[in-house]
């Protein structure tokens, strides 16, 4: 078992930690203020950071802001219509503010959607255009500034599992026609189904609500349905926390071995000290700013956190080659760098035992599980940037869930190391020590009380409100996906539901 630590927060303490990390998120995910309650204790948050930090420097992103977020844009756009099938003016005012501040899109004076081949491109008025091209499996990829060409070839992803409409869940979709047990009030689970897509402004695309399993409620919004895959932004994280967990138990990695990050071998390098488990806490202490830390200010510009989105570089290179800003395991801080490092060390460990990268996912995780529709995107260097770039449906993100709710095991193969679930879903010790216990291995915790489920409770998260809660004292999985424009008022439906589930199913 791994090691983990307690839980000892006083209630009191609890609202304020909720507050303030729902005003960091926000902020960091893209829109919202953070609330003055929360104020004095960022102010505490920073004090802590300058007492502990490194003398390093942070060296900002190279390149023009406005490049970047159309770069998102396009990346956006292209992947809306090619993988989402939605209509590009529809996502032109609905998807993705994250990579592609809303405000900043009026600034394109052309846009041009290839049906043919499969592309973007969105013009600015200095003349600088910006192209995201679909791949296939691989999704939409933003080709580098000034060229019209990738550094990888994608590669076709095939699953080995049969057609799901011949299979039951979870390994298929054909769903089981007796009714649900008695102790579950059916009315009350629909009630709650329809409770999430409430109000209609808070565009709620997908609600999948599962129990020991079994799917119990289910509903898309119009013209979707079980087969399409949704943006689901930082989800991924936990997906990439996921993928760390099969090498594990696969033997390829130690969860606290040092990370044999290539760039941090010198002699005397102080991130050679970092572990595998401090990056997956987003505790590596790696100088990666993010505009959602504490310490962030407008006249810092565009930060790493975004840029490993846009930059159309080698996001995995940039990553690796950040310095060290706070000793490992000591400072909590919400970064790309850290789930950008852990896909670097899931490549660099596929590749070095012979196996092909790309299909690494599908092969060792997704078929395993019944995932069939994930859809994950690339850097132009063909590294995985599912720290938020990928595409599930709503049954996608329930199976994953459900493989955590399971304790690691499906169908009596152990796909998770033991101890792994547990190490997730704990606070992490650096973010405890920063008075907030509500992160933990790439997942956020409900310790802070931020929805009306019990403590135990443990979340994946992305931008536009997009969640899969894992509730063991109720063995349910609840699962939400949206459109951004709509995360406020979908997160008022979202709680709503919540509490309905709540009296619906009775606690295990």
């Not at 070839?153 to 011949?166: A, G, M």
């Amino acid at each position: 078992m791994f090691p983990v630590t307690g839980k000892g927060i006083v209630v009191s303490r609890l609202s304020l930690f909720a507050v303030l990390v729902l005003a960091l998120a926000c902020n960091y995910e893209g829109g919202g203020e953070e609330s003055s309650s929360a104020l004095p204790q960022a102010e505490a948050l920073v004090a802590r950071g300058k007492s502990l930090e490194l003398p390093t420097e942070w060296v900002r992103p190279p390149g023009d802001p406005l490049h970047h977020h159309t770069a998102g844009f396009a990346k956006i756009l292209c992947s809306a219509v090619f993988i989402t099938g939605l209509d590009a003016d529809f996502a032109a005012e609905n998807i993705g503010y994250f990579t592609s501040d809303y405000d900043q899109r009026s600034r394109v004076t052309k846009r041009e959607v290839d049906q043919e081949h499969k592309l973007v491109r969105l013009t600015l008025e200095d003349g600088v255009t910006r192209t995201a091209q679909y791949t296939g499996d691989q999704g939409c990829v933003t080709f580098p500034l000034g060229t019209d060409e990738l550094y990888f070839d994608p590669v076709d992803v095939t699953t080995v599992l049969p057609d799901p409409d011949t299979q039951p869940w979870p390994m298929g979709d054909v769903l089981p026609g007796e009714p649900l047990p008695a102790e579950i009030d059916d009315a009350m689970v629909q009630a709650a189904v329809n409770a999430a897509f409430e109000p209609g402004e808070g565009m709620t695309a997908a609600f999948v609500v599962t129990w020991r399993g079994r799917i119990i409620g289910e509903r898309y919004r119009e013209g979707l349905d079980l087969h399409t895959p949704l943006e689901s932004w930082s989800m991924g994280k936990s997906l990439t926390a996921s993928l760390m967990g099969v090498l594990i138990q696969q033997g390829i990695y130690d969860l606290w071995q040092p990370a044999p990050v290539p760039e941090w071998q010198g002699e005397g390098d102080p991130r050679s000290g970092i572990r595998i488990g401090d990056i997956l806490r987003m505790s590596s202490g790696i100088r990666c700013v993010n505009r959602g830390d504490p310490e962030y200010g407008p006249s810092m510009g565009y930060p790493d956190h975004l840029y490993l989105y846009t930059g159309g570089m080698n996001s995995f290179e940039w990553a690796a080659t950040r310095p060290q800003q706070w000793p490992p395991n000591t400072v909590g801080r919400y970064r790309n760098c850290d789930p950008v490092l852990t896909n670097y060390l899931v490549r660099l460990g596929v590749e070095e035992r012979g196996d092909e990268y790309l299909s690494f996912p599908q092969r060792e995780l997704f078929d395993k599980i019944g995932i069939r529709d994930m859809v994950m995107e690339t850097d132009p260097y063909g590294n995985y940037l599912i720290q938020g770039y990928e595409f599930g449906t709503g049954r996608d993100w329930a199976r994953l869930a459900n493989l955590y709710l399971q304790d690691g095991v499906w169908r009596g193969e152990r796909i998770l190391p033991e101890g792994f679930v547990e190490f997730v879903s704990t606070p992490a010790p650096a973010w405890e020590a920063d008075g907030r216990p509500i992160y933990g291995g790439f997942f956020w915790i409900n310790a802070a009380g931020a929805y009306p489920i019990p403590e135990d409770a443990y979340y994946m998260a992305g931008a536009g409100n997009q969640k899969a809660f894992i509730i063991p004292s109720h063995d349910l999985v609840v699962v939400r996906l949206g459109h951004y424009k709509g995360s406020s008022p979908g997160d008022e439906g979202l709680k709503n539901a919540l509490a309905m589930l709540m009296e619906a199913v009775p606690a295990s």
